[in-house]
């Protein structure tokens, strides 16, 4: 059965680091996004991605960040400047239309 | 504010037992509603989608709907320990591709 795929697994980075978070969304999956997780809390919405180009993004979303499909099968998240408080789960999720499938996540840890 | 609430918890149950999970959603543009399974440390899986007014069964799970309520639930009967989990309810908006909006989520713990 396909899945979304992610890497690394588990990122460490120092405070004011740029860190990419790489993503293999599904392959006929078209819609594409991103969601974090703070240990103990809610998933959060980051941004969605669709037809090369960012379709919504959440307040969280700010110019620190940055998404990009490269190429025909990744899909990336890019944080430029990370705060301690970008300490998360990173998930990745497709979607074919409605139904959101996520990736195992890529834990990142700010020092 | 778009908001997605669920019963705090945690919930307990006994093994074969049916256990009830609810959401409410403040969004009345929402049209999609999804359960999420979330063992600890992993990463959210889809287990339920519901679209229109009424029940859907899949399996051991049902979700109904009633969107004059806003409220949605989750059904699983016969209840195992691998049940054991936190359960996610999330609601979209109209169209492909529209962010899920996540509630806190409810653990359930199912007792052997």
């Known amino acids: 059965e396909p899945e979304v795929t992610q890497t690394p697994s588990h990122q460490v980075t120092q405070m004011g680091q740029e860190v990419i978070l790489r993503c293999v969304p599904i392959s006929n999956h078209l819609y594409f996004y991103w969601y974090r997780q703070i240990l103990g809390q809610k998933v959060e919405f980051l941004v969605s991605?669709?037809?090369?180009?960012?379709?919504?993004k959440s307040e969280i979303f700010d110019d620190q960040f940055s998404v990009e499909r490269p190429d025909g099968s990744n899909f990336t998240l890019k944080i430029r400047s990370t705060k301690l408080e970008d300490s998360a789960m990173y998930f990745c999720?497709?979607?074919?239309?409605?139904?959101?499938?996520f990736g195992p996540g890529t834990r990142l840890t700010v020092t | 504010q778009k908001e997605v609430e669920q019963n705090s918890g945690p919930l307990s149950v006994p093994e074969g037992a049916i256990a009830s999970l609810n959401c409410t959603y403040s969004?009345?543009?929402?049209?999609?509603f999804f359960w999420y399974r979330q063992y600890s440390g992993k990463s959210p899986e889809l287990i339920m989608s519901i679209y229109s007014n009424g029940d859907k069964e899949d399996g051991r799970f049902t979700a109904q709907l009633n969107k004059a309520s806003q409220y949605v639930s989750l059904l699983i009967r016969d209840s195992q320990p691998s049940d054991s989990a936190t359960y996610l309810c999330a609601a979209s908006g109209m169209g492909s591709g529209s962010r899920l909006t996540f509630g806190e989520g409810t653990q359930l713990t199912v007792n052997p």
């Open positions: 999720a497709s979607s074919e239309n409605y139904e959101q499938y």
């Open positions: 991605f669709y037809n090369n180009e960012i379709s919504e």
């Open positions: 969004d009345r543009v929402s049209q999609s």
